[in-house]
C-alpha cells in the first residue's frame, strides 16, 4: 500500500503548484483523500479532502478560493491544484487516504516540501 505525494517546489508569493498523489495497493474508489500540511513549528493541518463516494469537497477557509482538489479514478491519483499562493502556505504536504472523510486515514505519503517565498 502506497501514496505517493510529490509536485512541491520553491515558488513566489502569487505564483501556483500542482500537488500530486498516487495511489497503489488498495482500491482508490473506497477511500476519501486528504492533503494536510505541517510547518515548522505547528500543528498538522487539515487543508482538504474528497469524498470517494460522490466526489465532494471540503476546503480549510485560509485556502478557499485558492486550491481545487480533484481526483483521476482511472489513473488513482488525486491532486491538489494550488493558485495564489502565499507565504503562509509553506508547508510540508501531505496526502492520506481514509474510508471516511473525517478519519481516521488508514494510509500516508511522505510528504513535499512547498516554498512559498514573498
Known amino acids: 500500500v502506497q501514496l505517493q505525494a510529490s509536485g512541491g517546489g520553491l515558488v513566489q508569493a502569487g505564483g501556483s503548484l500542482r500537488l500530486s498523489c498516487a495511489a497503489s495497493?488498495?482500491?482508490?474508489?473506497?477511500?476519501?483523500i486528504a492533503w494536510f500540511r505541517q510547518a515548522p513549528g505547528k500543528a498538522r493541518e487539515a487543508v482538504s479532502c474528497?469524498?470517494?463516494?460522490?466526489?465532494?469537497?471540503f476546503y480549510t477557509d485560509s485556502v478557499k478560493g485558492r486550491f481545487t482538489i480533484s481526483r483521476i479514478r482511472a489513473d488513482y491519483t488525486n491532486y491538489l491544484q494550488m493558485n495564489s499562493l502565499k507565504p503562509e502556505d509553506t508547508a510540508v504536504y501531505f496526502c492520506?487516504?481514509?474510508?471516511?472523510?473525517?478519519?481516521?486515514?488508514?494510509?500516508w505519503g511522505q510528504g513535499t516540501q512547498v516554498t512559498v517565498s514573498s
Open positions: 495497493g488498495f482500491t482508490f474508489d473506497d477511500y476519501a
Open positions: 474528497i469524498t470517494s463516494s460522490d466526489g465532494r469537497t
Open positions: 492520506a487516504g481514509g474510508r471516511d472523510r473525517l478519519g481516521p486515514f488508514d494510509y
